[in-house]
């Protein structure tokens, strides 16, 4: 039995109408017959991916007039530089004007007319039409085709006289489309275009249909245009497994509003594998070459062939059950959400379907890389350190290679507002001493920003209060001092066993306290003893460095860390002497800052040495400096095949005075920088190049330098007294470069509080 294919005109228009100069109305439409972050600002790799594409525009008039260009969003495949050169796509059809310019140089010489020797040229002007939204040359002129780089390889199977005559639809014999088919394999298509229509497809075509799939063709066929809620049934071979292969896509058609056209047919039992593409005022050309807007399911399935064209030339190691399902997957959910039966998978979207899709690795290994969020966020210590140079390729889920900025990957933590988050917590402090031995306590009144006048009532208050720091301190024996806290460091209670006052500083710092990063310490203890003219010192700590979330709703991630340190003193005459060491110890961070999995999740420890003095200058003034030096090693893993070494320093310069202008109050000033990386970084090993044919990887080491280019340095001013039963403190300070990036500009700042005991 014979079956003929017709070629069916939508019913937008009996007639053709040319519009001078700028295009037409009505037309054909046949029936017959699927994607990191930064970025994320991934781009396809050189290899395999098309190479970089010269600063090009791309949306030029002529790609304005292709309107189902922007429809499909196609510029990041072109801009990633795909056109579909190299790729060569049979479209079987009524077939085509070979000298157009539009196909200029792109015809394939295995072209044919597979029914009657008649030649390749286009009698009723549906073939040429198909072709040049294909793959229409972009030449400036009129429009341009999705895959506008591509080899056309025209084979012709209209029957003769079918498409001049009066009806004017084009009729394909089974036969002759199953000839071409075979054709198309022998020429190594990549994609065949079938927009044609009619009855389930006969044993000889099937098994055509099974070659192509089976060489990993890709096939293109339009769902039909009789507002069937089913696409034909030539169309609905791509449901059976055997001969499709996942491999075969029934195109349905949308207006320029992302309606369903009214013509076209649903998608049904084939919804699986249903994509839409624009198929409603379509600007095309027929064999004369006149301009006209088309509508049709024929015009839609074109638009799908020439992206599956694109991803055949941007990655050749695609199969073409991939091409299928990575266009199908990548499609913008249409109607109810999900599959259904009136839009199928959704709309093409061939910016999706080039972006990556699946898990994503670094080529050559296993290592995970998200493709949303950092993967590495700086502390504080390393302030602005820019991350330039740091191109890798990538592969997805896929095996596509991608040109991945891991240095866009990189965050810098965010300067710390110093003052109005001591100013914002309302504590209460409570202290007892009797003799060599002290207690204290400080206490939050509610939660981070609940402000104390937003609790009710004293039962509220009790609910919500919590115990932010306490310690407890004492003489054991007449050369031996203990003391034990939460919420201070170790430092910080070493240095009141030794009788140091911090001067009431807010902003600037004292350098032996510093590790480089915010931190909550749950457990700190000091011992000092003395020892002849020397006192020892012991100090430990534990807790979780703070960590920037991004997450408005838990500002912080905790990460644990250890610090462990000894050090002496002595004062000799007027001037107190005092050298320490210490250990910090960190499982997950590195000063702070968190390496992700792809650098990985390495720890580290850092050496601290701390150099100070004071100079006691008479009647109440005092001199002191201190400097604080950091050695870090960062472990190995992950792309830091090296691992890493960093160096730190902090320092201050006091001058502070009692009894000033009245009996009892404090005059402080400092100078300081915080503890800020000043050299070194993390020795990487990226993979930069990746040859698709046989996974070779290519490999360069790079330095991630954390030396930030701004340096802070705070001037801080404080002075204490006594006032009306209660306490008076005033601060004033100054930073430059604050957080130690150099673009931000000083930070200047006045605190003044007064404080009644309870």
Known sequence: MRIDRVAVRAGLSAAVIVLAGCGGGGGGGGAIQSTPVPPPTAAPAPTPAPAAAPPVVFETEEYRRSVGLAASNVLPAYRA???????????????????????????????????????????????????????????????????????????????????????????????????????????????????????????????????????????????????????????????????????????????????????????????????????????????????????????????????????????????????????????DDLGALGTDPEFGRGALNIGRAFAPRGGASLAGSAIPLALTGPAATLSPAMGDASAAGLGAVMLDGYGRAYDVDLGGAIAATRPNAMLGPMLNQPLRSLGLARGDAGFGLAIAAGPIGIAADAIPDAQAHLRV?????????????????????????????????AGVQDGGFMVARAPGQALGFDRVSSAAASMRQRIGRFNLTLTTEQGDALLLSGDPRRPFDRAPYSVAGVSLDRRVGAIALAAGISRLSEAETVLGGRFGPVFGNAGAGTWFADLAADWSLGRGWQLGVAARHGWTDMAAGGIAARGGSLSSAAYALDLAGADVLVAGDRLALRLAQPLRVAGGGIGLTLPVAYDWRNGAVGYADRLLALTPEGREVAIEASYGRALIGGRIDGNLFWRRDPGHFAALPDDLGVALRWRVGL
Do not use: K, W
């Not at 479209?91 to 029914?115: C, H, K, M, W, Y």
């Not at 025209?154 to 079918?162: N, V």
């Not at 379509?282 to 799908?304: C, K, M, N, Q, W």
């Open 81 to 331: 530089g795909a056109s579909g050169a190299g790729v060569t796509v049979a479209v079987i059809d009524s077939g085509i004007a070979q000298d157009n310019p539009e196909f200029a140089g792109r015809i394939a010489a295995a072209s044919t007319d597979l029914v009657a020797g008649r030649g390749i040229a286009d009698e009723g002007g549906h073939g040429t039409a198909v072709s040049s939204v294909l793959l229409g040359a972009r030449n400036g002129s009129g429009t341009h085709g999705v895959a506008y780089g591509a080899t056309l390889l025209a084979l012709r199977t209209d029957t003769p006289g079918t498409c001049t005559g009066a009806a004017g639809d084009c009729t394909h014999n089974d036969g002759a489309i199953a000839r071409a088919l075979d054709i198309a394999v022998a020429q190594n298509a990549r994609v065949a275009n079938l927009s044609l229509g009619g009855s389930a497809p006969t044993p000889q075509l099937r098994a055509a249909m099974q070659r192509a799939t089976a060489a990993g063709m890709v096939l293109v066929i339009s769902a039909g245009n009789d507002s069937n809620p089913n696409p034909d049934g030539f169309a609905l071979v791509a449901t059976d497994l055997a001969i499709a292969r996942n491999q075969i896509i029934i195109a349905g058609a949308i207006d320029a509003d992302r309606a369903l056209a009214e013509f076209s047919n649903r998608a049904g039992t084939g919804a699986a594998v249903y994509l839409s593409a624009l198929g409603v005022g379509v600007r095309s050309i027929d064999e004369t070459g006149a301009p006209f807007l088309y509508g049709g399911t024929s015009f839609s399935a074109p638009h799908i062939a020439g992206a599956a064209a694109l991803l055949a030339q941007a990655f050749p190691s695609l199969s073409g059950a991939q091409i299928a399902e990575l266009l199908l997957t990548s499609a």
């Open 465 to 497: 209060a919590r115990t932010q720091a306490g310690f407890i301190a004492g003489r054991l024996t007449p050369d031996t001092a203990l003391a034990l806290g939460f919420g201070h460091s170790g430092a910080a209670l070493g240095a009141q066993l």
